[in-house]
Structure formats: C-alpha cells, structure tokens
C-alpha cells in the first residue's frame, strides 16, 4: 500500500485509536487526539472521505507532510484470530491521498470556464458593440433626415404663407381694381361733359358710389383682421339674436323674414358679444340671399358633443341649397359664388365659431335648403 498512487500517509489505527502501523515509523505508538472524531465514526459506521486543505488540520505539519489539499479516506477492518476464542482484531484505515490528477482537472476546468466566460464576454461585448453602432448610426441618420424634414418644412411654410399673402394681396387689388377703373372712366367721361353741369353730377354720384364700395371693402378687411381679438363676457344668446336680427331687419329691410325658435330659459355663454353678433349677422345674411322671399329660421337648442354640454344655433333658409363641388369651399377666404360678394362673411363666421371652442358646419336640408350649424360650448374654460 505504501506504494498506492498518491498515496501521502498511511496510518492503521487500532480499535483504541492508537497507530499500530503506519510508513512513517515515528509515528507508531502515537494517538491523534483530532483524528478521534473520524476514528469513532468510522467504527460506528461506514468507510468515509473527506477533502481537507492545510488551513483545516494542524496536525499535517506535526506528520511533516506537505502543505497541500489532501484526500482522507478513512476505512473500517476487521480482522479474524486463528483461536476461535481470541475475538476479531478491529480497527481503522487511514489514508491521505494528494489528488494530483483531480487537482489538475479542476484547474484544468477552471481555465476552461474562464475561456469559454472570457469568448462568450468577447463574442457578446462585440454583438453589442455591433448593435449599439448600427443604433447609434441609424439614430444620426433619423436625426439628420429629421433636421432636413423639419428645414424642408420650414420653407414649406414659409412658402405657403408668400403664397396666402400673395393671394391676398391679388385679391385685394382685385376687389380695388375694379371700382377704380370705374372711377377714372367716370372722371374722364366728365371732364368731356364739363358743359352738361347735370350730366357732371350724375357721373360724381357714380364716383361717389364706387367710393364708398372701396370704403366699404377696406373696412370689411379691417374687421377681418381685427376678430383675432377678443373680449369675452357672459352673454345671454336669446337677447344678442334678437339684437342680431333687429339690425338685420335695419340694414337690409323688412322684405325678409326672420322666425327665432328658442328655449324658454336663458342661455348664458362666456363670448364675445361683438364678434358673434357680426358672425351670427353674416350667416343670417348669407341665408337671406340665398332665398330673398323666403323666411330664414333661427333655432337654438341644447346639444352635447361627446361629454362637452353646448348649444346649437342652426340658420336654414328654403334656397337652392349647397352645390357639392363647393362644399370644401365654403369657408375658404375670398370664395364666393355671388358677383358682388367679398368671399369673407362665411370665413369670419367660421374663425369666430373656432376662436369660442366652437365649430361651424353647412349642411342640405332634406326638404331643400341649407342650413348652417354654430355649435358652442356650454361652459368655456379658456377663450383664444
């Protein structure tokens, strides 16, 4: 045995716990008082081994064995007399063991889990690295594209609006134009007329006519351009139509009826005044053009869109109704399908109706007619 492979001690302990054998000799004779443990187990019970570093058995360097993990194996024996009345001889075998191979193929798998860790680190720092740079790269494009888009945007709107104050301005010069052709003609007819005192006159009120047309226009325009601005304030509705219609009824005569179908209880709203009583004005008129005999009705209703409580306002008239190719223009500014018509009454309306947290809408009436609808809210939380 003293030749056992790895073999670093062997030791046979008596059923006392004294060494009756061992291949250091010193030690024959001798009782380790910490192997008594192990001793006592492995006669109670079964053969067992443990693995024990240096920092664990004091007694290797007593045993002058080197500092090394060792195996211990400790192997129960019992041993026959000749004399059938001499009782078994008994005691223990201990073995130290220094487990080279074992040592070595853990560290050999040791040095293999840290490759393998080491690889699977590297392949995976690299797939990320990869990902993130193929990320990061689309990213700066995305950026990039984004910044050219919001610049192509940017002159897009700038375009847009050169091109709305172009159309303006044409439509301006249009509206002008016009009238003051007139007005040059006529003064040029007078001035060959100068001797026809009552001819002069008749040419002066045509002047006059054109000029106050002009007058007129510029402060439509005036008007439209000042709507932006607000004063809100509670307004009974019932009390600012009735209004709306007695003016209405001042300016252009008796010739057109207005019927008013309201509720009984007061309708407050937080509005403008001013700006919904020119609003409410134009729709009222733009109905009494549409049906010059007929009568424009005017009805005020609750109505809820969505969960927003609001009211309803719809002025109808019994005429042609609404071309469908001109729908979508309606309220586009200076559309109009009237001659003499400047193409703003419906797109003030409109602005008025979005400047309350409102909306306007044109629809036909089954019956004939159109009929525009002023929804507003009941209760206003903000006013532009």
């Known amino acids: 045995m003293k030749h056992l492979t790895g073999a670093m001690r062997i030791k046979v302990f008596n059923h006392d716990g004294v060494i009756i054998w061992s291949d250091a000799p010193e030690l024959i004779g001798m009782t380790i008082a910490a192997e008594k443990k192990e ?31 060792l195996i211990e194996f400790y192997v129960p024996f019992s ?4 004399a059938a009345t001499n009782p078994p001889a008994s005691g223990v075998l201990s073995i130290y063991l220094y487990p080279r191979e ?35 790269f689309r990213q700066r494009e995305a950026e990039s594209q984004f910044a050219k888009l919001s610049a192509d945007q940017g002159r897009i709107l700038q375009i847009e609006k050169l091109s709305a104050m172009g159309q303006l301005v044409s439509e301006i010069a249009h509206q002008l ?13 007078a001035e060959r007329e100068a001797d ?20 007129g226009y510029v402060q439509r325009m005036l008007g439209f351009a000042k709507i932006s601005h607000s004063q809100p304030r509670p307004t009974e509705l019932k009390a600012l139509l009735r209004e709306t219609i007695a003016f209405f009824h001042q300016s252009a005569g008796r010739q057109h009826e207005v019927a008013l179908a309201a509720p009984e209880c007061d309708v407050v709203l937080e509005i403008d005044p001013v700006l919904m009583r020119h609003a409410l004005f134009n729709l009222i008129h733009n109905a009494a053009q549409a049906d010059p005999g007929g009568v424009v009705t005017v009805s005020i209703e609750a109505e809820a869109h969505g969960k927003i409580p609001g009211w ?30 400047t193409g703003l009454g419906l797109a003030v309306a409109q602005h008025v109706a979005l400047q ?16 525009f609808v002023l929804w507003l809210p009941a209760h206003r939380s903000t006013l532009w």
């Open 39 to 69: 001793l006592a187990a492995t006669l109670s019970e079964q053969a067992h081994a443990a693995y024990i570093t240096p920092e664990h058995r004091d007694f290797l360097h007593a045993e002058r064995l080197p500092r090394v993990p």
């Open 79 to 82: 041993l026959s007399q000749p």
């Open 102 to 136: 074992l040592n070595n193929t853990i560290l050999n798998g040791l040095f293999l889990l840290w490759l393998v860790t080491g690889l699977s680190g590297l392949i995976l720092f690299f797939s990320l690295y990869k990902l993130f740079r193929t990320v990061y």
């Open 177 to 189: 134009n016009n009238p003051l052709v007139g007005v040059v003609n006529l003064a040029q007819l």
């Open 196 to 215: 026809d005192p009552q001819r002069v006159r008749e040419l002066l009120g045509e002047v006059r006519k054109a000029g106050v047309h002009c007058r």
């Open 312 to 341: 309803r306002l719809a002025v109808s008239d019994r005429g042609p109704g609404i071309k469908a190719e001109i729908v979508d223009k309606l309220f586009t500014p200076f559309f109009s399908t009237k001659l003499d018509g």
């Open 356 to 371: 309350h947290g409102g909306t306007l809408r044109a629809e036909n009436q089954p019956g004939g007619g159109a009929r």
